[in-house]
């Protein structure tokens, strides 16, 4: 019966696993290989907390927020035989802008942006802003071997994270403008800065998106680069808006700044975010997504960059029952995906049946990881 599963889908393969509730071997001449990352996103303190080592329910991975990183869990971590990757906050600052105020995006009529529900996007040109996240990169790079640094919030002034997302046109501050005329050699008429922003956006607006995504490909170049300085082995990571190429109007590009063509020659790992629930969906949508993205990108299985999704598991903006948490885990696995994550530790933590599914699918992946 297994030799009849399709190579290609190691998530149907797992779903019959579990459906089944036995592990049988898989083809020898299998080309696909089980996951690599079976990870959670957020400190594994509160799972520690209940005497739970990461080994027992599969993990092998952490993702953790760079601020909440510190020795004693990296040596625990280490100790349980798990990868550690820093989650880097990129271009959300809102307590910067506050002391920072020339880094404060601008829209196209001139003002300061409001924050976008919780997010507040600085500036991604400002050069003040640059070297301050750049040392802040460097300093986590030095302090910690870590396995790998995740990239968050790498776009601009926007809020995807919600059903009903929150889309700017920005950033219209000088130090934009001079940069978009400089890099694109065009001159911008003089006016006040709502007209200039209306003339860009009228006359010269495909130039204008490019050169964003240029912008937003630059910090993660910068940072492949820093990384390579100083943990040569470290994966660079991007969590990211899961949209396709034609929802909401081609915002993910247009508005955010991501262009996945670019993005792919320099980001080891991609990590889209697809977060069911709070984007208003339903858990089917994970495995679809994950398998769109896989082929919009064109990823071949054991090389790069790679697909290590994240799903939500935290109960927002209501309860994700256990059947949910079970299809949303297992559709990050689809496609070429070779990894996955779940939003949050806690949640699992703090749920016996979603820790049940976490152990259930973990322990079905590891177990076929050492038929490899
Ligand atoms: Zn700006």
Known sequence: MI?????????????????????????ATSAHQPPEIRGI???????????????????NAIFVHSGSIRPEMMQRARSEGVKVFAEFATLNGK?????????????EKGQRVEAASWFMGVCPTEPGFRQHRFDQL????TTFDL??????????????????????????????????????????????????????LN????????WRCQIILEWATEMKKIVGEIRPQALLGLYHCPWTDDE??????????????LLKETIDVFSPMVYHQRSGRQPDWVEENIAWFCDRLAI???????????????????????QDFQKVLLGGLAGCSSGVMMFTTRAVAESEAKLGVVKSVYEQVGKLESYR
């Open 3 to 27: 030799n009849r599963i399709p190579l290609c889908s190691f998530y149907a393969f797992t779903l019959l696993l579990l459906t089944c509730n036995t592990v049988e071997k898989p083809p």
């Open 41 to 59: 996103y957020g400190s594994p303190t509160p799972l520690w907390k209940k005497g739970i080592q990461l080994r027992d329910i599969g993990v």
């Open 95 to 107: 307590n910067y802008v506050q002391e920072h105020p020339e880094a404060w995006a601008i829209d």
């Open 138 to 141: 460097r300093d986590l790079l």
């Open 147 to 200: 396995d790998g640094v995740w990239m968050d919030y790498v776009h601009w002034h926007a809020q995807f994270e919600e059903a009903e997302p929150i889309l700017f046109e920005t950033c219209f501050c000088d130090h934009c403008l001079h940069r978009f005329s400089d890099d694109q050699r065009i001159e911008i008429p003089p006016g006040t800065t709502a007209e200039k922003a209306k003339w860009i």
């Open 203 to 210: 006359e010269v607006a495909p130039k204008w998106r490019d």
């Open 248 to 261: 909401f109007n081609g915002a993910r590009r247009d508005i955010l700044g991501l262009d996945y063509d």
């Open 300 to 322: 071949q299985e054991g090389t790069f960059p790679k697909v290590w999704p994240i799903v939500q598991a935290h109960d927002s903006p209501t309860v994700v029952s256990e």
